[in-house]
């Protein structure tokens, strides 16, 4: 018998802020349920300018590290597509920020929303070879729209932090992928640009077909069957697309969409927003955490998808005693200590500081956590640790 591998921890962060969407559609002059029925989002996570992806997996990494301890951990992947840096890891930054060991190997990867899942597959992969060694898998990202854009009510910002290893206290990661690659232009952003360019109905179809897509090599490679998954949690822009995703495979499978299967999973989403690759596995603490039955042995169905665009179908199952390491209430206090924001505050922190070609920039006080960026010095970022 192969030895479980999978998920120990599963630690979310979110800033403590926020625009509601009933604040940008009376800005906007349309109807509040456009957004809170049509996409199906509540609330857009805002992060202030000593906050980035950074210091949001400073902050969603630190209960980790608290219950489980530095020992046996190799290797840190950080999935982004906001990185900070052309050149150097996020990862790295964020090792000086948490005092990880010296002995440890980090990358930076990206690939639109679905860089987690290559890192949490390639987490998988090196705990197969080395069962003795861990893995951490960071998935940080703002999501940032023009202003007044079609996308703009799909902003969001969030880090989701992991631990991998084999006889996992949460998740069993199964070994049947399905994948699913097409050169598309829905959603991208060349480097000159801070915020992306994107086709959001194109992307929205691209989106169903490469569900599909991946479902039927799912299938082909010997995946479990549809009946078999008691939830299915899905990569969620905004949440409707959940429930847009699961219609389209049931549909596919020739059956009728239970809604239940998917609603747990969109919950935290709905509060926070698109937040890129965080998402899906937001969607996946969402469907842990917000469960009222006990998920002992159940079956999850897990689809990513990055737009450009790859995507890749898989599953996970549910190991006994996952509920004393979840981390229901302090997520819970983190969206419930939030503060809404009016308009035009909003539209202040959607802006860059100004002055990032300065010698020094020093960052105003907006973050509420325990991290924050302090200065921009001679093109180095530092940050602070405020203590716990
Ligand atoms: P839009 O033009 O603002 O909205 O674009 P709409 O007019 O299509 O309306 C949206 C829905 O609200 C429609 O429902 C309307 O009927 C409904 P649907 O036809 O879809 O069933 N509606 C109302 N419902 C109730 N009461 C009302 C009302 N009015 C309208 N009064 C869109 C929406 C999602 C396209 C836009 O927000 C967008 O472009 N977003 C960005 C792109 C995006 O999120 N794409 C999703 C798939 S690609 C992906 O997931 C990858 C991504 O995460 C990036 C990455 O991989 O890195 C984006």
């Known amino acids: 018998m192969t030895q479980p591998i999978g998920i120990s921890a599963l630690s979310f962060h979110t800033p403590h802020r926020y625009v509601a969407l009933a604040t940008l559609a009376e800005h906007h002059g349309i109807d509040p349920e456009k957004f809170s029925r049509g996409i199906g989002q509540d609330k857009i996570a805002l992060p ?6 950074v210091t949001m997996a400073a902050e969603a990494l630190a209960p980790v590290l608290a219950a489980h301890g530095t020992d046996g951990i190799d290797t840190l992947i950080f999935a982004t597509e906001t990185g900070i840096d052309q050149s150097k890891s996020a990862g790295i930054y964020l090792h000086g920020l948490m005092n990880l060991p010296a002995n440890m190997r980090h990358v930076e990867v990206k690939q639109a929303c679905y860089s987690a899942t290559a890192a949490l597959q390639m987490a998988c992969a090196h705990v197969a070879r080395h069962p003795d060694r861990k893995v951490l898998v960071i998935a940080s990202d703002v999501a940032r729209y023009d202003l007044d854009s079609s996308g703009e009510a799909t902003q969001g910002a969030g880090a989701v932090a992991m631990l991998v290893e084999a006889d996992p206290k949460i998740l069993e990661i199964g070994t049947v992928s399905g994948v ?23 992307s929205a179809l691209r989106y169903l077909n490469a569900l599909v897509e991946a479902w039927r090599d799912y299938q082909a490679g010997g995946g479990r069957a549809y009946e078999d998954f008691a939830r299915f949690c899905y990569h969620l822009p905004f949440s409707r697309m959940g429930d847009k995703a699961h219609r389209h495979l049931a549909k596919e499978v020739g059956t009728r969409a239970d809604a239940a299967a998917v609603t747990p999973g969109l919950t935290y989403n709905r ?10 596995y937001l969607a996946l603490i969402s469907t842990l955490e917000t469960a009222e039955e006990d998920l002992t042995g159940a079956h999850l169905g897990l689809f990513s998808y990055g737009s450009g665009a790859t ?10 005693g996952y509920r004393d390491h979840l981390l229901g209430a302090r997520h819970g206090e983190i969206l419930k200590s939030r503060a809404a924001v009016p308009y035009d505050a909003y539209t202040a922190l959607w802006q860059s500081p100004k002055g990032a070609d300065a010698a020094r920039v020093d960052m105003p006080e907006e973050a509420a956590g325990r991290f924050r960026l302090a200065a921009i ?12």
């Open 48 to 53: 202030g300018h000593d906050e980035d992806v």
């Open 377 to 388: 010095d001679d093109h180095k970022r530092i940050y602070a640790d405020r203590g716990a």
């Open 180 to 202: 699913f690659t097409e050169d598309i232009m829905d959603f991208w952003r060349p480097n000159h640009r801070s915020t992306p360019m994107f086709d959001g109905k194109y």
């Open 311 to 320: 995507a890749e179908f898989f599953d996970a199952t549910v190991v006994p």
């Open 271 to 280: 509060q926070i927003g698109n937040c890129y690759t965080a998402s899906l």
